[in-house]
């Protein structure tokens, strides 16, 4: 009786180990999700959420030279603004723009390197 409580122990902390390791994934997966949602907040006004943008107003980012080349030259349209952009250095944490910038470099086909809060901040 006691052995079969400790097997039953034993397979219930299994479970839960398999448990947390199953949040944890998920919950590394969403950092996709929270820069998608930081980009629909604040760039889909213009740039769109299937990030084509709007002909001759607003730039595509998908499969824009600038979001496919590196994640500093996309760091530095955010904080220092372009043309009708503005800039989003006192509105958008570090951690926040990397998160839209490594969306938006892995979203619709994009496909580039992660790129951290720390290196946005350097740049300023
Ligand atoms: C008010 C509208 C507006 C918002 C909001 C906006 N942008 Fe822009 N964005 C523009 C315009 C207009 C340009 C083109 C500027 C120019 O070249 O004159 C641009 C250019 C860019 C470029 C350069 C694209 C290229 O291929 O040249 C990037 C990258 C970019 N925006 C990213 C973002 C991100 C990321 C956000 C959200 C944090 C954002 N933008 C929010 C209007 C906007």
């Not at 980012?61 to 590196?70: D, I, P, T």
């Not at 503005?86 to 944490?93: C, E, G, N, R, V």
């Not at 951690?95 to 910038?101: G, R, T, V």
């Amino acid at each position: 009786m006691i052995k079969k409580n400790t097997l039953h122990q034993t397979k219930l902390a299994r479970i839960s180990l398999l448990f947390s390791s199953f949040v944890f994934c998920s919950s590394t997966a969403s950092a996709q999700d929270v820069g998608e949602k930081l980009f629909l907040n604040n760039c889909a006004e213009c740039h769109q959420r299937d990030g084509k943008g709007l002909p001759n107003i607003y730039p595509a980012l998908a499969g824009s030279e600038v979001v496919r080349g590196s994640g500093v030259d996309v760091a530095l349209v955010m904080l220092i603004g372009r043309g009708e952009m503005p800039s989003f250095a006192d509105a958008i944490t570090y951690e926040d723009m990397a998160s839209i910038i490594n969306y938006v470099r892995n979203a619709w086909g994009n496909n580039g390197k992660e790129i951290s809060a720390q290196k946005i901040s350097d740049l300023r």
